[in-house]
């Protein structure tokens, strides 16, 4: 067996203790751990200022620098997560549909945990944490890969909560960090479908794609966002402006983002002119159709066919003009990666069709995507928004990591 | 694009239309297929017969002969199941769990269909009506792509069940059958993401692992299944024997039979001497550890390390002498299928902790493994018994065949 072998065979172990663990030895757990943080903060923040100094030796980009930081205010959010974590409701031991059917024997369905779930991150260390945390409330044990630019951090934070754990009465290896973080063991990891029940990949489109087409482990895609407006006709254009300002450029970065805006032929002009002057506040550069270019001049630049497809994650926007609900539709099923699309109209029809014919994890009526995620869905915390079908769809909270077991109580019943 | 290509984006297409499609024109579907079997049966018996001249000039075994024949008799059975998959309640539609945020955003959460649902099979002919009805009535299209064997068949029971879509007007679309049945073809249909939401591979082990290792598409596994019957030291020994006869011997070749009977050594001598006089009318081979074969003599051969992995599918059983319910948990974990277990106690504690601690979709105490099945669990109808913890677990039934997509009504709310 190789080194992950070894480790992964470890944590499916630990598993099996920490899925019929009480919610109060989990909840205490996760207090033991946020303690442990707290007074070994000195420690997470030292390593952390040597993954910052080898990342800027080696000319990490500002914006990425600012994502591997860790401060003490960062600590304490990351802290303030695992309390609210614990408040968070059991999902585990539930039953559902419980009957005793005609031939006496009692059915019942209980939620479960998923077993072992493995996720390969890229450079934020407080994800090292937060995932732990929704992990170890779900009774799921959980293998981290985080990148190689993180891994001092990482590797300091798993030996606090690892210790936390004991202290708190569960095995250790509920919590493990892969220490290779070569791309050979990311590949590793995808084949281990004995140890790990589910990978959730959180990162890039690239890294995203590559795993879900490599792993045999079951893969939840998550975060992959090309997210559209669409201005109909009988839209309230202030609205309509205020929206897509707020979708493009309250955090271009994140996947709940729009990088696209329709707008119906009928209102482009007028449209346009409200809108303009919003995105002139962040420059945001405009790749447009030819139509869109038309109205535009100057403002604008014409767009490529990879225009249609691209998550900028930036201060840029394709706009496109159509002519009808329908064709907006068309568009969006074809182009989107099935994240989160919203309409702004005043017609009740057209709305409805439009939440009935959009086939994504979020459809919105007169409302900014921005607002797909755990918190703002009142699931309390997610693990990453799912964009596939499969499984879970959307912000994924604590019951997104779970699964069923059906648990049958006999009288000597043969068939 | 490839022939298969085309055909699945036509399927992509057809399965807007079917995803909003209302219950009634969806039963009408229904209907309209099991009348139109009925009425073209003789196409299809012609089309079976040919299967069968073909496949005994191939020398096919006659075990597998008869799961490829199709008779009257089989087909009104075939339509019966389609009249109970109508009769059955729709899932699409449900809106579970809407609120009204604290900004004013009403959130819900909508039962949709999976989209394009992907079955790679064997021989069974009637698998394609059935799988392709549990698809219509859950509003997914499907893509089917049954054995060589049965080729002409499913040919002309798909042509028949495409006529009858258009007369109820839906897009034949609806139902397409992959006619190039080599295996070229079925790695493509695994790579093809961008219009199949999710594969169901049913069939032997061999065709799931390696869909499980190649598809980019989602996949479930179904239907594998190394069965155990653990007989606890305070077992009733009769209702032991007689639930283990059950679970080996009712039908060896499905998946919920089981594999392996694991006895505590307090009770062994005494459990097997009632046991195997019932294993005997079926002379069922019983391949025993050391201890086991010491008890059972020339009964008895000795059972390889192969042996307690194994589906056998037939009248075979590995015995293996066990000295605590622990050991037999442990056993199961780490050598089942994560289908069904169960076992055979009058030890209220040693009950429960087997149900808490196997790992598996159906855990059963005092019952025979074989009620794993979606009828006998009250679902109606199944796709398959899923063994993977991901979306489902144990038997599918129309729920198991959707997902789900957040509405969100606004009123112009931004982040």
Redesign the interface.
């Known amino acids: 067996m190789t080194t992950l072998e070894i480790q992964c065979a470890a944590v499916k172990r630990a598993s ?1 203790t920490l ?2 663990a009480g919610t109060a030895i989990k909840n205490r757990a996760l207090e033991s751990i946020a303690r442990a943080l707290i007074e070994n903060q000195d420690k997470w923040l030292r390593a952390n200022s040597q993954d910052l100094d080898a990342a800027k030796a080696q000319g990490m980009r500002p914006s990425l620098l600012d994502r591997l930081a860790l401060t003490p205010e960062r600590v304490s959010g990351v802290v303030e997560g695992l309390r609210q974590v614990a408040a968070l409701p059991d999902p585990i031991g539930k039953v559902d549909r419980m ?1 005793t ?1 005609p031939n006496g ?1 009692i ?1 019942g ?1 209980r939620r479960v945990p ?2 072992v779930v493995a996720i390969i991150y890229e450079a934020r260390p407080n994800v090292t944490v937060d995932a732990a945390a929704l992990c170890l409330k779900s009774g799921n044990a959980c293998v981290l890969r985080g990148g190689s630019e993180a891994i001092r951090s990482n590797r300091a934070a798993v030996e606090i909560m690892r210790d936390a754990l004991a202290d708190a009465g569960l095995p250790e290896d509920c919590i493990a960090l892969v220490q290779d973080t070569s791309r050979e063991t990311a590949n590793e990891l995808m084949g281990l ?1 004995k140890y790990i ?2 990978l959730i990949p959180r990162g890039g489109a690239g890294l995203i794609r590559s795993v ?2 490599n792993a ?1 482990v ?3 895609r998550t975060g992959e966002g090309v997210c559209h407006i669409y201005i109909d006709k009988d839209a ?1 254009l202030q ?1 309509g402006a ?2 897509l ?3 493009k450029c ?1 955090r271009p970065s994140v996947c709940n983002a729009a990088e696209c805006v329709l707008v119906h032929r009928d209102i482009a002009k007028e449209f346009l002119a409200a809108a303009v002057p919003l995105l002139d506040r962040h420059e945001v550069e405009l790749r447009c159709d030819g139509e869109a270019l038309a109205l535009l001049g100057s403002r604008g630049i014409p767009a490529t066919e990879e225009d249609w497809d691209a998550e900028y994650g930036d201060y840029a926007l394709a706009v496109r003009i159509v002519g009808s609900a329908g064709e907006a539709v068309d568009f969006i ?1 074809a182009h989107s990666t099935g994240h989160s699309e919203s309409i702004v109209t005043r017609d009740y029809f057209t709305a409805q069709s439009f ?3 959009v ?10 995507t ?3 995620d755990g918190g ?3 699931l309390g915390a997610e693990i990453g928004i799912s964009t ?4 879970a ?2 912000p994924m909270g604590l019951e997104e990591l779970t ?13």
């Open positions: 099996r899925s019929i009957e059917r024997l059915i369905r998923l077993g479908d029940d589910v879900a087409k045999s079951p893969v939840i309230d609205m205020e929206i300002f707020n979708a309250s099923n939440l009935d014919q086939d994504a994890a979020a459809v919105y009526v007169n409302a900014s921005r607002f797909t703002e869905f009142g596939q079908k499969m499984h769809r959307g699964s069923c077991k059906y648990i049958i109580y006999g009288q000597g019943q043969v068939r």
